[in-house]
């Protein structure tokens, strides 16, 4: 194996082996989380808080809230919270903020973060790979998953990390004990799909024919569909996109053809109106990859080794085929994954 992209490569591997201990970490603080759902009044709505991978996977984990504690739930980029506060915040109520980052040292989350923590009714919980991070200082609970931390610049283990850590938040404030316990079923998930979608993933990946990538995801998965788009921009610095999948049809899908892959990500809720816009845009010309459903004649299609899941739960899945492409494409090109042209691990500015 070439010296290039050889950290990212680790790290997505060993998304099978650093899970169990987000698992482990969110079981050690039940009754913390527990109490802060419901104390001193329970919440009413819950806010999340991150920029560029860190909102990614917020858009994802604020649909398991809603689904599994049937509260409003939203995510929103940090900066929006920094200069649009009115706009975030239009109410006093009882609401929990969810500060995410790697780093824990993003400027535009520890400032945001600083001034939701200052309002009334805000209760606050921080996820992060860094135990000593800003934001644990900020937040009533602080959630540290240290094993997922990365040398790679590129965020791929420490997303679906933090993805699954807030999943299992929301599992464990719910008191769904059959749920949390199916979550322990995801490593070996991770390991199937690693192994089924490598082939796949390096071939696409090393196709020079494709110069534009798509990536479709309805309601958990449009953020999954999201990061996707940013893992080939930042690591094979290739022209990418995301969409809500049935947005894809309102103009976006004119300029597909035999040079564009769509990567449909296949949901519960719409999986039959995206199985037939995937057929629609094969037949329309372009390459088509589904991940976790059936592809149109001539696609290729990776499974989640998942079912049964709630499509929110096996989120974190979803994500391991987007990685593993976009690091065969960096790579193919002669790009080191590891350290992106005009990128940093931590993006510090003056607020
Ligand atoms: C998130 C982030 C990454 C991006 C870049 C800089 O930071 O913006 O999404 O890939 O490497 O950092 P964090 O707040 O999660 O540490």
């Known amino acids: 194996m070439s010296e290039a992209g050889r950290h990212s490569l680790e790290e997505i591997q060993s998304q099978p082996r650093v899970w169990p201990a987000v698992l482990t970490a969110v079981r050690e603080r039940r009754d913390e989380i527990m109490r802060l759902f419901a104390e001193p009044e329970p919440v009413e709505e819950v806010l999340f808080l991150g920029c560029g991978s860190s909102y990614y996977l917020s858009l994802s984990a604020a649909h398991s809230f809603v689904k599994l504690l049937r509260l409003p739930a939203r995510a929103v980029p940090s900066s929006e919270v920094v200069f649009y506060p009115e706009a975030v915040f239009p109410r006093h109520g009882r609401t929990l903020v969810v500060g995410v980052s790697r780093s824990g040292e993003t400027t535009e989350t520890v400032v945001a973060l600083e001034r939701a923590a200052a309002r009334p009714g805000v209760r606050v919980l921080s996820v992060s790979c860094r135990p000593d991070s800003g934001l644990a200082g900020l937040s009533g609970l602080h959630l540290a998953l240290p094993a997922s931390d990365e040398t790679s610049v590129v965020m791929t283990r420490s997303f679906t990390s933090m993805l699954l850590a807030l999943v299992a938040v ?182």
């Open 170 to 351: 929301a599992v464990t404030a719910a008191g769904d004990e059959a749920r949390f316990r199916a979550l322990g079923s995801l490593p070996d998930a991770a390991a199937a799909v690693l192994a089924e979608a490598g082939p796949v993933a390096e071939e696409l990946g090393r196709d020079g024919t494709l110069h534009r990538y798509v990536f479709l995801g309805s309601g958990p998965l449009y953020g999954i569909a999201s990061e996707g788009m940013l893992k080939v921009k930042e690591m094979a610095l290739t022209d990418s996109e995301a969409y809500h999948s049935l947005e894809y049809r309102h103009g976006p899908k004119s300029i597909a053809d035999a040079s564009t892959l769509v990567v449909s990500l296949v949901s519960g809720a719409a999986r039959d109106e995206e199985t037939r816009l995937a057929e629609e845009l094969s037949l329309q010309g372009a390459r088509i990859l589904t991940i976790g459903g059936e592809a149109p004649r001539g696609g290729r299609a990776v499974s989640l080794h998942a079912e049964g899941l709630d499509e929110w739960l096996r989120a974190p899945l979803t994500v391991i085929p987007l990685q593993l492409l976009a690091y065969y494409r960096a790579v193919s090109r002669g790009l080191d994954p590891d350290q992106p042209q005009n990128l940093s691990h931590v993006v510090k500015i003056g607020l």
